[in-house]
């Protein structure tokens, strides 16, 4: 029987089949590339342009989708990097 790491099964960050070893392999990724000062730069940036940007009533519905396509991108890295944070607070040991 696979072991639970090499199982696919749909990720809980984007939905996309993968492993969770691959899965837990993309987070780090993620945290160690945005945790840089220039990956927080890039992230603030398109934040800037996605995440802070506001479309006013008269937007065409496909560039409204499209926006809600790229805030989605943003929401994946972010929760990954939650994550990744979250794990990383439970492994941290007491400071008796």
Not at 13 to 32: C, M, Q
């Amino acid at each position: 029987m696979p072991s639970n790491n090499s199982r696919v099964r749909p990720s809980p960050f984007d939905g996309f089949s993968r492993s969770a070893a691959l899965d837990d392999k993309i987070t780090e990724d993620v945290s160690a590339l945005f945790r840089t000062p220039t990956g927080r730069a890039v992230l603030d940036y398109l934040e800037s342009i996605t995440i802070r940007a506001v479309a006013g009533p008269a937007v065409d519905p496909n560039e409204l989708m499209h926006r809600e396509g790229q805030r989605f991108i943003l929401s994946v890295i972010s929760a990954r990097m939650d994550a990744k944070q979250k794990k990383e607070a439970k492994h941290v040991p007491d400071a008796d």
